[in-house]
């Protein structure tokens, strides 16, 4: 289990006995740092910053704190140590042995896969990379730099499948996750939510909360696959993804604070007035909240997929938490239902439940962001701030799937095309607002010091002071 | 090694409900299923957490990190936990007291380190914190360590093949030598590890005694080779540490065992305080009292193995404290010893007409030979112990290292904790 470091690689899988696998690997490794010192995080490469690095893939080792530079960074390889007895715990060769290999026939289907995933990775830190130059405090850019530094270890993670297991194909997708760029017109990121910009923090924070929180569905499903090095890959990149899903609660938690010691200080609900005194209106953040929530659940595809039923069947993607599920975890004859749109109002349609598999993991995810909607609320409930932050309707300003296109109220009214133009500004964040929350972006970097629009966190990091020195300026 | 668990003051661990974000890490992390959460919180079953710490360090939060000093009667149920907005604030001297806790009582369970960790990157500003240098990792030549077969909830249980004393100052210093025989049941030991003896009986809140946990004295093959059985250090606890008379429920209870007896036990215990089983290594054992147990283990160990030549070069060193000659443990079989497969060192402290000596006096001496082997891949450290000897060996070390101009802070103390090669079992 233990990390090879002495290796040019750090890895886990034996790196140095598969010397065609090395080599390929040497060989993508610059690329991937000339990609780290193109599009990764702006001005950076003298920082020393207080990173987490993982020595072993055992809790003793799992979270090591040193200064670093960042493209010194000790990416690697890890995988979750190997149960040799591995079982398929579902779809049609459920009770069979966990694959070591891939099967010929899903070969195709599993390289999309990821592909799919690994391209995400990198996307993020290419949507990131302005953040660096305004953040609101060291603690802050310390913690941007380190989901920036996992993103880009989850892209070996991938890197290392295509690599090991797809020969050739393999090789050239790994070369081509370097060379799409999230944005770009000519050759943009697979993904919608990952060509969009991150263009301040509470669109950071709101990334890292809600578009975070997807890959950690994805990495939860792809986890029970029966291509156990994928499995092992993914159960490895989740505890990492957490510390990512931390950064968006968390910070959320803290603008939310400050906002409403603002609105208690000054007694008003005024946006205006919130706004003159620095802080971010409730009725941004919801605004905000609204925009990346629904570009996020677009993410999990189409309500009514078969690919998804293909996916499921043959074993490559099972649920979320399958282990934790009662029934029979081959799901055929049972149904689920869907929401459409019937003469311009939604319906529900029962459909297969294995065609309907994206729509389940968006269900849970939908569940789980809630709970830390929730959370978030409480914070207002404490400083006796009466508004409450809602999610909006499931199909609010969606694009992709069956209720993709159709004009829908936050609530969940269906409002003509008129009536969404009129209402758009109050429900989705306008050019106003993002002129206004990039006023207040400006970089504080005096340890212990926060911007004026954000609350300080209540400790700090690997039981640091809060004003500890998290990253130093060489 | 005898650390008490007392009955009646714990320090609950919790998981603060305001911080946490139930990305649900610590319960896949937890190795004895502690960890469970409904809708709303994450919480910790104060009777089945085993203070293992694994969970501390993947938590992105910190919110995993909370600990209340409570009396064990009045532990928060899970079912409390979950309905929780916030930490219950700690309870106040007077609350305690009216649960018939003394003010010394929480003193000396808030003054147990609960963290193994801690943060390294200040060590330059931070006072010389002794426990921060001890490895988590075991060596890399250890054998695997099978742990907790038997949790407080399953206990197996063993039969007494033998109780003696195993000092020279006859069971006046009341040190015993406790023989345990598993039968049939699988029970395997590796030197380091401890096992727990859980006490028949209520203790005075009428709940079941805790376990307390012994290390082995005994090899992985048996007290008695080809046995299924162990061998146990316990010194009967007639004092506490400021030396005011009382009686420790658990070691009276063991050191009154009669052969024959039968006695309920959890466990193993321990992952990480292991010996290196490849050629040419080299063990330095440095301990107190009954804090010998591991260490007669692992010398045991290497000297029924001596015959195959296999560690021929392997140097043993041991550095070995007690109040006077009568008093140390195995006194008698440890003279018995080659010079030339172990290299002995004794410390007595209360010996009439001599200056008090302690076993970080004996590593100021034989600094050069130390110094060596700290630099020296192949040579792995263990100390074990009363806690007070701990940061006074930790420090003898470090000075050790500076006089031959090694790098203490720099490069051997880090390389000692990566690489598995220092291993602290205090108490």
């Known amino acids: ?286 605004r905000y909240l609204n925009f990346h929530y629904s570009v996020t659940i677009d993410l999990f595809g189409a309500d009514q997929s078969s690919n998804a039923a293909t996916f499921y069947s043959s074993g490559l993607k099972g649920r979320y938490e399958e282990g934790k599920r009662v029934d029979d975890h081959v799901l055929k004859g049972q149904t689920y239902k869907v929401l459409e749109v019937q003469n311009g109002q939604l319906a529900e349609k029962e459909v297969p439940m294995l065609n309907a598999l994206n729509e389940v993991l968006r269900d849970d995810f939908i569940k789980d962001s809630v709970a830390g909607v929730g959370r978030w609320n409480k914070v207002l409930e404490k400083a006796g701030i009466a508004t409450r932050l809602v999610v909006p309707h499931k199909a609010f300003n969606r694009k992709i799937g069956a209720l993709a296109g159709i004009r829908m109220s936050p609530e969940g009214r269906v409002v003509s095309e008129e009536g969404w133009k009129q209402k758009e500004k109050e429900w989705l964040p306008s050019p106003g607002d993002f002129a206004f929350v990039a006023s207040l972006m400006r970089a504080v970097l005096e340890p212990g010091k926060f911007a004026a629009w954000i609350a300080p966190p209540a400790m700090g990091i690997n039981k640091n002071p809060v004003e500890f020195e998290y990253v130093r300026f060489g | 090694m005898d650390t008490e668990v007392r009955a009646e003051v714990i320090k609950q661990h919790l998981i603060d409900p305001e911080i946490c974000i139930r990305c649900n890490t610590c319960e896949a992390t937890c190795p004895v299923g502690a960890i469970t959460h409904d809708d709303r919180n994450y919480v910790v079953r104060a009777d089945v957490c085993n203070l293992c710490m694994a969970c501390i360090a993947p938590c992105p939060t910190g919110s995993i990190d909370n600990w209340r000093t409570v009396p064990r009667s009045l532990a928060y149920p899970i079912e409390d936990q979950l309905t929780w907005d916030e930490l219950p604030s700690e309870l106040t001297p007077e609350q305690l007291a009216a649960e018939g806790v003394s003010a010394d009582e929480v003193a000396a369970v808030a003054a147990e380190p609960v963290l193994a960790v801690m943060p390294e990157a200040a060590a330059g500003e931070a006072p010389f914190n002794s426990a921060a240098f001890g490895s988590t990792v075991p060596p890399w030549s250890a054998a695997h360590a099978y742990t907790n077969l038997f949790g407080p909830k399953s206990p197996t249980s063993a039969t007494v093949v033998g109780n003696v004393n195993c000092t020279e100052a006859g069971f006046h210093s009341q040190t015993h030598h406790i023989v345990l025989d598993f039968g049939p049941i699988p029970f395997p030991v590796l030197e380091g590890q401890s096992i727990g003896i859980v006490p028949p009986g209520v203790d005075g809140h009428g709940r079941p005694h805790v376990a307390r946990q012994y290390s082995v004295a005994s090899p992985r093959n048996g007290e008695r080779p080809g046995y299924n059985n162990v061998s146990l250090t316990v010194k009967r606890v007639t004092e506490d540490h400021q030396g005011r008379p009382t009686r420790g429920v658990a070691s009276n209870y063991v050191c009154d065992l009669k052969v024959g007896d039968t006695v309920q036990v959890i466990g193993p215990f321990g992952q990480s305080f292991l010996m290196p089983n490849h050629p040419k290594s080299h063990i330095v054992m440095i301990c107190t009292g009954t804090g010998s147990a591991p260490m007669r283990a692992m010398t045991e160990w290497r000297r029924r193995l001596r015959k195959t030549g296999k560690f021929e070069s392997g140097k043993l060193m041991l550095f070995f404290g007690a109040r006077s000659r009568e008093e140390l443990p195995y006194f008698g079989p440890l003279q018995s010893l080659p010079k030339d497969f172990i290299d002995i060192n004794l410390a007595f402290s209360r010996t009439p007409g001599q200056p008090k000596r302690y076993v970080q006096d004996l590593i100021h001496e034989r600094a050069a030979d130390l110094a060596r082997l700290l630099a020296d891949p192949n040579a792995h450290f263990y100390v074990c112990g009363l806690k007070a000897m701990e940061e006074g060996v930790l420090l003898a070390l470090r000075d050790a290292a500076g006089e031959k101009g090694l790098d203490w802070e720099g490069v051997v103390a880090p390389g000692l904790k990566r690489e598995g090669r220092l291993h602290l079992e205090t108490y």
């Open chain 1, 1 to 286: 289990m233990a990390i090879d470091y002495s290796q040019k690689i750090p890895n886990n899988v034996n790196l140095a006995d598969d010397r065609t696998l090395q080599r390929a690997l040497e060989q993508w490794q610059p690329n991937f740092i000339n990609w780290w010192d193109d599009v990764g995080p702006e001005n950076s490469t003298n920082n020393e910053v207080y990173l987490r690095t993982a020595t072993s893939v055992d809790p003793q080792g799992w979270a090591h704190f040193d200064y670093v530079k960042m493209r010194d960074y000790r990416w690697g390889i890890f995988l979750n140590p190997a149960d040799a007895e591995r079982k398929i715990d579902f779809g049609d060769h459920k009770g069979e042995k966990a694959w070591q290999d891939v099967p010929g026939e899903h070969r195709a289907n599993l390289r999309r896969i990821i592909v799919t995933q690994g391209d995400t990775e990198p996307a993020s830190v290419e949507q990131q990379r302005h953040l660096g130059l305004t953040a609101p405090s060291l603690y802050d850019l310390r913690n941007l730099f380190q989901v920036n530094v996992e993103e880009g270890r989850h892209l070996w993670a991938m890197v290392y499948l295509l690599q090991k297991f797809f020969g050739r194909d393999g090789r050239e997708e790994a070369a081509a996750l370097l060379e799409r760029t999230s944005g770009d017109a000519n050759n943009p990121r697979i993904l919608g939510a990952f060509n969009e910009k991150t263009p301040d923090w509470l669109a950071f924070f709101m990334f890292t909360y809600f578009t975070d929180r997807d890959g950690k569905f994805q990495l939860a499903a792809l986890a029970e696959s029966a291509f156990d090095p994928l499995a092992r890959t993914t159960r490895f990149m989740l505890t990492e993804e957490a510390h990512h899903m931390f950064v968006g609660e968390s910070g959320v938690s803290r603008v939310l604070q400050r906002t409403a010691q603002v609105m208690n200080e000054l007694k008003t609900d005024d946006p205006a007035l919130v706004r003159a005194a620095g802080a971010i209106d409730l009725g941004t953040i919801q």
